[in-house]
C-alpha cells in the first residue's frame, strides 16, 4: 500500500509554503526527540526516522529541495566543527603517544576488515570497499557526556579514547578526501603533489593563521557576544571553502577549523554554549531531518541483498571497534572495565559516517543498499555505545570514588526558593538547621516572578513575602540575604541565583501536583535535578522541624560511591545535632560502614544506629517503622550517577500516596558534570 499522502490529497502534499515549511520542520525537531526518547530510541536517530516519515519516500509530506539541502549542509559542517572543538587538547597532549596507538588501531582494523569484507563478500568494487571501510573507521563521541557527568573524564582510558578521535577521524576523512578526488580521474604522481602542496597550504592557513586572526579578534572585540559567534561562524565557513580549493571536502576544513579554535573557546564559555546551542537546537537537526529524508526504508523489503549489506555493516563496524579497544587494553594494562569504556566511547557511527556515505552516494561509489544499511549501522551502534558506556563508566566511577574527598570544609551557600507563604518558616527553618554554625555566609531566600503583565504588582506581593522571611531568619540570629528574580522561567531564574551567588545547596518545598506539562517537558524540580549540580533538599514537613525525635534515613546501595556522599552525611549529621534527634540509617552493610567511618572520622557526638535494608521495591515496609514525630530522610540520586535505580523514580508517587501524614526530606546528592546553563530555548527577561 502505497503511504504517499500526495495521492489523497494532492492539493496540499507536499508543502510548498516556505512559511509551513519552516514550522513543520521546527515542530518535527521539538516534538521528535520528546517522543521518541519516551521509548529509549536516541534523538539523533528520532530526527532520521522523522525525516523518513515526513520525505518523499515516507508519506512526501516535504520535499528534500534546496532550503533542506542549504540547513542540512551547515548543519554537516556544524557536526563536524562541533567534533574538533570539543576535543580537550590537553589530554591530547599528555597521553600523545598511546592516543595514537589507539588511534592507528581504531583506524586499521576497520580498514582492513571492512575492505576485505566489502570486496570479497559484498562484492563491491575496489575503490567503494575503501570507501565503505573508512566509515567503519570514524566515529562520533556519542557516549562522551555520559563519562561526563558520572565524573570519569580525567581517566587515562577516556583520554586515549579521546585523543585517539582525532587521529582515526582525521584519516579517515583523508581516505575519504583521496577516493572522492581519484573517483574523477587516476590516482597519478600529478595528483598526489597537486593534493600535498594544496593540503599544505590549506593547513598552514588554518591551524596558523586562523588562530591568531581570532586571537586578536577576541581582544579588540571582548564585549561583543555576538560578533563573536558571528566572526567564529565565519571562520568555520572559510575554512570550509578552502578546503574545497584545496581539493578536499569541506568537512575536513570544518574539523579543522575546530581543533585549530579548540583553545581559543573554553568548553565553559557563553561563546561554547552559543555555538552548541544553535547548532544543536537548528542547524544539525536540519541535517539529520535532511539524511532520513535520502533514505527509502523500502529497500529493505525489496531483496535479501539490502539485509545482507545492512548486517554485514553491523557486524564489521562493531566487531572491528572492538578488536581496537581489547588489543589497547592489553597493551596497555588497563582492566576490563577501561577496555570497556575504550569500545563503548568508539563504537558509535555517526557525524563522518553520515558524511561519507553521503558524498560516497552523490558520487555514486555508494548504493542505496548501503545508505540505508548506514542508518541501520548507526542506530545498532549508539544503542551499543550508549548502553557499554553506562555500565563501564558505572564501574569505573566506584573504583575513582573510593576515596572520596571531604567536601565539608566547602563554605555553605545556601538557596530557599519561596513560592507558597505557607511553607515559607518551615523552609527557612531547614536551611536555618542545615546551616554549619562555624558559616558566616548568609541564607539565601528567593522570589522567582514570571515576566508577564502582572510581574510588578507580583514585584511588590514579593517583597513583602521576603521581608517576612527575612525577619523569620532574625530571630534566630541568621544573617540574610533576599534575592528577587525576574524571568520567564522559574527554573531559570533559580539557576541564575545559583550562578551567581556560588549556591552549595538548594532547599525547596514539596509539591506533588503532576500536570501533564510536567509529564512531558518535566516541572521545576525536574529541570532543577537535570540542569544543576548542587545538592537539593526537598522537604515537606507537617510540623516545626525543632519538633523532631528521630531522623530516619533510608540511603540507597552504592550511595557511598557519588562525590556529594560526605556532604550530605554531614547534613544529616548537623540537622541531628541541632535537633538532639538520634539518627536510624537504613542501608546495605557497605554504605552502613562508610557512614559510620565518616561519622568516626568528624568525632560526631550523635547517637547512631544502622538497619539492614535493602529491598526497595518494598519499600512500603518502612511505614511500620516511621511515627508522626519522625523526619524521614530519603537520599535519592539523579538519573544516570552511580547509585540511580529503576525504583528511585517510584519513590516520591509513593511517598506522596502513602506518606502524606509524615514528615520527609528527599536528598538529591551533589553531582558533577551537570550543565548547569540557562535554558537557551527561553528568552528570560533581566534579573533584578
Known amino acids: 500500500m502505497d503511504i504517499n499522502l500526495q495521492n489523497f490529497f494532492p492539493q496540499y502534499f507536499p508543502v510548498h509554503d516556505p512559511v509551513l515549511i519552516f514550522s513543520l520542520v521546527l515542530f518535527i525537531i521539538l516534538l521528535a526527540p520528546v517522543i521518541l526518547n519516551r521509548i529509549k530510541i536516541p534523538s539523533i536517530i528520532g530526527l532520521i526516522l522523522a525525516g523518513v516519515a515526513v520525505g518523499p519516500n515516507g508519506f512526501n509530506i516535504l520535499l528534500r529541495d534546496q532550503g533542506i539541502i542549504l540547513f542540512g549542509t551547515v548543519g554537516l559542517l556544524y557536526i563536524m566543527f562541533l567534533a574538533g572543538l570539543e576535543i580537550d587538547m590537553n589530554d591530547f597532549k599528555k597521553n600523545r603517544n598511546k592516543s595514537m596507538i589507539f588511534g592507528a588501531l581504531t583506524f586499521s582494523i576497520p580498514m582492513v576488515l571492512g575492505t576485505a569484507v566489502s570486496y570479497y563478500l559484498l562484492e563491491f568494487g575496489l575503490m567503494s570497499s575503501i570507501l565503505l571501510a573508512s566509515m567503519f573507521a570514524s566515529h562520533t563521541l556519542l557516549a562522551y557526556p555520559i563519562a561526563s557527568r558520572l565524573g570519569i573524564t580525567k581517566n587515562k582510558a577516556v583520554n586515549i579514547t ?105 568548553h565553559t564559555s557563553p561563546l561554547m554554549n552559543r555555538i552548541e546551542f544553535v547548532g544543536n537546537a537548528l542547524f544539525i537537526p536540519f541535517f539529520l531531518i535532511g539524511v532520513g529524508m535520502l533514505v527509502d526504508l523500502r529497500v529493505l523489503f525489496r531483496g535479501p541483498e539490502a539485509l545482507i549489506v545492512a548486517g554485514a555493516m553491523i557486524v564489521v563496524a562493531t566487531s572491528s571497534k572492538w578488536m581496537a579497544a581489547f588489543i589497547s587494553q592489553k597493551a596497555f594494562r588497563f582492566t576490563k572495565t577501561e577496555g570497556q569504556l575504550m569500545f563503548g566511547l568508539s563504537n558509535a557511527q555517526a557525524a563522518a559516517t553520515l558524511a561519507a556515505v553521503l558524498i560516497g552516494y552523490r558520487i555514486e561509489l555508494l548504493n542505496e543498499n548501503v545508505l540505508n544499511g548506514t542508518i541501520l549501522m548507526i542506530l545498532v551502534t549508539c544503542i551499543i555505545s550508549s548502553v557499554v558506556t553506562e555500565k563501564a563508566a558505572v564501574k569505573q566511577a566506584i573504583v575513582d570514588n573510593e576515596q572520596a574527598p571531604d567536601l565539608s570544609e566547602i563554605p555553605e551557600r545556601i538557596l530557599v526558593p519561596i513560592a507558597n507563604a505557607d511553607t515559607l518558616e518551615q523552609l ?143 547534613s544529616v549529621k548537623t540537622i541531628a545535632k541541632q535537633t538532639s534527634a538520634p539518627i536510624t540509617f537504613y542501608a546495605t552493610d557497605h554504605t552502613s560502614k562508610r557512614i559510620e567511618q565518616v561519622f568516626i572520622e568528624a568525632k560526631a557526638s550523635v547517637p547512631v544506629k544502622f538497619n539492614l535494608f535493602e529491598d526497595w521495591e518494598d519499600f512500603l515496609i518502612l511505614g511500620r517503622e516511621i511515627v508522626v514525630d519522625d523526619l524521614l530522610v530519603i537520599v535519592s540520586a539523579r538519573q544516570g550517577s552511580v547509585s540511580y535505580d529503576s525504583y528511585l523514580p517510584n519513590v516520591p508517587k509513593q511517598l506522596s500516596k502513602h506518606f502524606d501524614r509524615y514528615n520527609f526530606v528527599i536528598i538529591y546528592p551533589e553531582q558533577r558534570g551537570i550543565d548547569n546553563s540557562i535554558d537557551p530555548r527561553i528568552s528570560a527577561a533581566p534579573a533584578y
Open 162 to 266: 579521546v585523543g585517539g578521535t582525532i587521529i582515526t577521524d582525521t584519516a579517515a576523512l583523508l581516505v575519504l578526501a583521496v577516493i572522492t578526488g581519484a573517483s574523477s580521474g587516476e590516482l597519478n604522481s600529478q595528483f598526489w603533489i597537486r593534493l600535498g602542496i594544496s593540503l599544505a597550504i590549506f593547513s598552514f592557513i588554518v591551524l596558523w593563521v586562523f588562530p591568531r586572526i581570532t586571537r586578536w579578534f577576541f581582544k579588540n572585540y571582548e564585549t561583543d557576544g555576538v560578533a563573536h559567534y558571528i566572526f567564529v561562524l565565519a571562520m568555520v565557513f572559510l575554512s570550509a571553502f578552502l578546503a574545497e580549493i584545496a581539493g578536499v571536502e569541506p568537512i575536513i576544513g570544518a574539523f579543522l577549523a575546530g581543533l585549530a579554535l579548540n583553545p581559543l573557546i573554553p
Open 428 to 570: 527557612i527553618d531547614l536551611a536555618v538547621l542545615l546551616k554549619n554554625p562555624k558559616s558566616v555566609e548568609p541564607i539565601y531566600p528567593l522570589m522567582v516572578i514570571k515576566d508577564d503583565q502582572q510581574s510588578k504588582e507580583k514585584l511588590i506581593e514579593s517583597n513583602k513575602l521576603l521581608e517576612k522571611a527575612k525577619h523569620h531568619a532574625a530571630a534566630t540570629a541568621t544573617d540574610v540575604a533576599v534575592l528577587t528574580r525576574v524571568d520567564l522561567s522559574v527554573t531559570n531564574g533559580i539557576i541564575r541565583a545559583i550562578k551567581d551567588r556560588m549556591i552549595t545547596e538548594v532547599v525547596i518545598g514539596w509539591n506533588a501536583k503532576i500536570t501533564a506539562k510536567d509529564k512531558i517537558f518535566g516541572g521545576v524540580l525536574d529541570n532543577l535535578l537535570r540542569r544543576t549540580g548542587e545538592m537539593i533538599f526537598v522537604a515537606k514537613l507537617i510540623q516545626p522541624v525543632n519538633t523532631i525525635k528521630n531522623m530516619k534515613v533510608v540511603v540507597p546501595p552504592r550511595a557511598e560511591f557519588e562525590m556529594g556522599f560526605v556532604h550530605w552525611v554531614h
